[in-house]
């Protein structure tokens, strides 16, 4: 089976003939060195977690707006899970080829058992593309989130789609009558 890296997810995107846009850049690690890259889609780049069930029985990969934080406890609710924890580096290489920093929903094409769930953020259904990583993270690719779900769901890996809850805003404080 082939191993997917930047270049086959390319060549992938090419062969179907899905649009996108390709930023290459120096590698970035976290969500602040994604920021500091200025991309011009910079505010649709998502976040993705690697996330497994604490039997290890079940492995989620949850893409999410960047600036949303993450609630293991609701998202837990939302799948039906045992509680949630976020998998080891070893599980990353091992599951979906792929390193810290380079966690990407491209991943699961690398996951020969389709062990993985790709859990999608609703809010993500209103952005015109997703800025993530061709399982490497010196790009940044811009597709659309159709293309995205096409390339998972023929792959055979399940997808759920989940409305993670915004955080909680302080309650406006009442005028005095």
């Given at each position: 089976m082939t191993h997917y890296g930047k270049a086959e997810v390319v060549a992938l995107l090419d062969e179907r003939g899905i649009a996108y846009?390709?930023?290459?850049?120096?590698?970035?690690?976290?969500?602040?060195?994604?920021?500091?890259?200025?991309?011009?889609?910079?505010?649709?780049?998502?976040?993705?977690?690697f996330l497994r069930d604490d039997k290890k029985r079940a492995y989620y990969l949850v893409v999410m707006p960047e600036d949303k934080p993450a609630n293991l406890k609701e998202l837990r609710r939302s799948l039906e899970s045992r509680p949630l924890r976020f998998a080891s580096e070893d599980d990353l290489d091992a599951i979906l080829g792929l390193r810290a920093g380079a966690v990407t929903p491209f991943g699961v094409l690398n996951d020969e058992e389709r062990r993985v769930t790709v859990v999608f953020d609703e809010e993500l259904r209103g952005y015109s593309g997703l800025g993530?990583?061709?399982?490497?993270?010196?790009?940044?690719?811009?597709?659309?989130?159709?293309?995205?779900?096409?390339?998972v769901e023929e792959h055979g890996n399940p997808v759920a789609f989940v409305a993670m809850p915004c955080p909680d805003s302080a309650p406006a404080e009442e005028d005095p009558a």
């Open positions: 846009e390709k930023i290459e850049h120096e590698a970035v690690f976290t969500m602040e060195g994604m920021a500091a890259l200025e991309l011009p889609f910079a505010h649709e780049v998502v976040k993705n977690l993530v990583h061709p399982n490497d993270n010196t790009a940044t690719l811009h597709v659309a989130l159709d293309d995205l779900l096409a390339i």
